[in-house]
């Protein structure tokens, strides 16, 4: 099948560089190719056409399940850490009946009964933080974002299984923390288990001991039969498709295993960046604070999360440092042209967020953090999509911007920090996804006096 703007590297040496450096892959392929190019990486179908060009995603998103299929068989980079049963894995109508049982939860009312937790969890989490030394912002907002998941999505917050889940937890998403351990994901001969002191051993042993945990929470539910509980596994229970069948218990595993790890992960990295631009930039924070302080005392979350500087700090996060590179992969039904070029039935294709959100043409000034950008224009959904687009597009899509501004706001207003190292923070490559390398160094300084709220 011939492919356009074919990148000329060896094969190996790619998937190495992407595995290694997918930053600087991806833009020394975007200098000869700045819209769309074919790239050689593993996982997701390997040969890949990378789309970075707004027209053209707006043609490839608009005709999912027309003249593109968003089919589970290039996600099985996955299918280690979520299983085959997860809406990701999933097909066509299997996907789209899946997808409108797991949306609810995830917007409306439910938001506002999270409200509270997550300012609450907040104070909790950073009153446990040392005041006398560093901190990592990315292993504080871990804590917060993984107690959001266990409390709001599990419905757990005291006993045995909770601290058990919250440990184990902790410990498999540190596992691929760098591009050499995440290479185990990628890399299918590397996936042996030597025992507990190899790499994939110590993974599958704590993959099996999360499983019994889960499996035991989901099996006393179904005793329980609690009609009253208002957390997203309960709900996901009792909830029925079209045909009026309820999802099984592996079902119920893979949708936690990929809300555990997908919405932890990504909205832990957010946050820890957003800290690291607003204390690295005095001029974003001071507004910032004007902008809450503008609230009184003891505003409600749903009046924080409207106010419209601290939208655009949390949108620019997302924009100049997208958690996620790529969009989910899609295959070419019928031959398509894209941007001038031909693409066979078979072909894959995949949005490239992050280069979208580098283009200058867009964003000028791409590489300076300006959420003054964010209140002068809109941006459609082909130009900013950090939550991808389409029928894959993430089921987190309300529920994470939300946490993130109220951790934000609530940090913000409550306590002064300052970072630690002046040098720039880099992104480095976490599983799938892009977190700060050294991982944000804060300290306290203080508390904001009374004035905030």
């Known amino acids: 099948m011939q492919l356009p703007n074919t990148l000329n590297t060896p094969s190996f040496l790619q998937k190495l560089h992407w595995v290694a450096d997918p930053i600087g892959y991806m833009e020394s392929a ?4 700045p819209d769309l190019f074919t790239a050689e990486i593993v996982g997701f179908g390997d040969t890949v056409v990378f789309v970075q060009h707004p027209k053209a995603l707006q043609e490839i998103l608009t005709n999912d399940r027309k003249k593109f299929a968003a089919l589970g068989e290039p996600n099985k980079t996955l299918e280690p850490l979520i299983g085959n049963f997860s809406v990701i894995m999933l097909e066509r109508e299997r996907h789209k009946r899946r997808r409108q049982l797991l949306m609810p939860p995830f917007h409306g009312d439910r938001m506002k009964a999270y409200g509270k937790l997550i300012c609450d969890l907040v104070e909790k989490i950073f009153s446990q933080l040392p005041h006398d030394r560093f901190f990592l912002a990315r292993t504080a907002m871990q804590q917060i974002s993984l107690e959001v998941i266990l409390q709001a999505v599990f419905g757990l917050s005291e006993g045995e299984r909770y601290q058990q889940l919250k440990h184990l937890l902790m410990l498999i998403t540190d596992l691929f923390q760098s591009p050499f351990t995440s290479s185990f994901l990628y890399f299918s001969f590397l996936q042996k288990d030597l025992g507990v002191w190899s790499p994939w051993g110590k993974f599958v042993r704590l993959r099996q001991q999360i499983d019994e945990l889960l499996y035991a929470e989901i099996a006393e539910r179904r005793l329980q039969g609690d009609l009253n509980r208002i957390d997203i596994l309960s709900l996901l229970m009792a909830a029925k498709d079209e045909q009026g069948e309820s999802m099984s218990d592996r079902e119920l595993r893979d949708e936690m295993m990929t809300l555990l790890l997908a919405g932890q992960e990504t909205t832990a990295s957010a946050m820890a960046w957003g800290l690291y631009w607003i204390h690295r930039l005095p001029e974003v924070h001071e507004k910032l604070l004007q902008e809450l302080n503008t609230l009184g005392d003891s505003p409600s979350p749903m009046s924080i999360v409207q106010l419209p500087y601290l939208t655009a700090v949390c949108n620019e996060t997302l924009r100049i440092h997208p958690v996620a590179m790529l969009t989910f992969p899609r295959v070419v039904q019928e031959p398509i042209e894209l941007l001038g070029y031909t693409l066979e039935p078979g072909a894959i294709v995949m ?23 964010f209140l002068k224009r809109q941006f459609s959904p ?4 950090p939550f991808g687009g389409g029928v894959r597009r993430c089921i987190g899509d309300a529920l994470a911007p939300f946490e993130i501004k109220l951790v934000l706001a609530t940090i913000v207003s409550r306590y002064q920090l300052s970072l630690v190292d002046t040098r720039p923070e880099q992104p480095q490559r976490r599983g799938i996804t892009l977190a700060p390398k050294s991982g944000v160094k804060l300290k306290f300084c203080g508390e904001v006096a009374a004035s905030g709220y």
Do not use: A, N, V, W
Not at 30 to 33: E, F, G, I, L
Not at 351 to 373: A, N, S
């Open 30 to 33: 975007t200098q000869k190719y």
């Open 351 to 373: 949005g490239c967020i992050y280069l979208l959100h580098q283009r200058e043409d867009l964003y000028p000034q791409q590489q300076q953090f300006l959420p003054e950008r």
């Open 382 to 385: 082909y130009e900013f999509m």
